[in-house]
């Protein structure tokens, strides 16, 4: 399974995978290609690490979503990796129609929240501000409706007492990082 992953910061996530991957415990997955829209972001440090091509695509003209010409940008550059997955792991862009459509069935997320609650933007203070003692993270197909599409698995992380939001945070990344590989390595053998 060619994996491609879109991220739009320091690529912790991505990390978590390739730390995978060089593991082996990736499952039948490889990832072939990393994409960021921000030029100077942590995760394209990723490819000399760990041997894997990475680019900026420049996302212009809009600044929160994947539409126009920097849609076709993305396009382009995905279908040229061939993916059978395409991960957003940590991509702060709303993708659209034309993305959706050119790779149906082949988009995941990871959130960090316990879909369906709290999604958008800042998953993670949401829960914290509401009070839960019970939030997590989630992978999900990508749908049009943001944060919206089949959840295909979820990780608890409890909030205690003593916790901080930094603390929570720190709890929640762990959980992601185990969660979003697990996931991973699952597709690549079939399961759904």
Partial sequence: MRVVILGSGRGSNAEA???AQQRGH???????????DQPNAGILALGARFGVPVA??????FKTKLEGVGEERFIAAVQAAQPDLVVLAGFMRVVKPGFLNAFAGKI?????????SFPGLDGI???WRRGVKVTGCT????????????????????IEADDTLESLSAKMHAA?????PRVIARLSEGAK
Avoid: Y
């Fill in 139 to 158: 992978v999900h197909g990508v749908t049009a409706e943001v944060d919206g599409g089949p959840i295909i698995d979820q990780a608890v992380v409890r």
């Fill in 125 to 127: 203070g949401q829960a």
């Fill in 26 to 36: 990736l499952g039948a997955a490889r990832v072939v290609q990393i994409l960021s």
């Fill in 17 to 19: 995978i390739l730390e």
């Fill in 108 to 116: 995941i997320n990871l959130h960090p929240s316990l879909l369906p």
């Fill in 176 to 180: 992601e990082h185990e969660l979003l």
């Fill in 56 to 61: 900026f695509i420049d996302p212009a003209p």
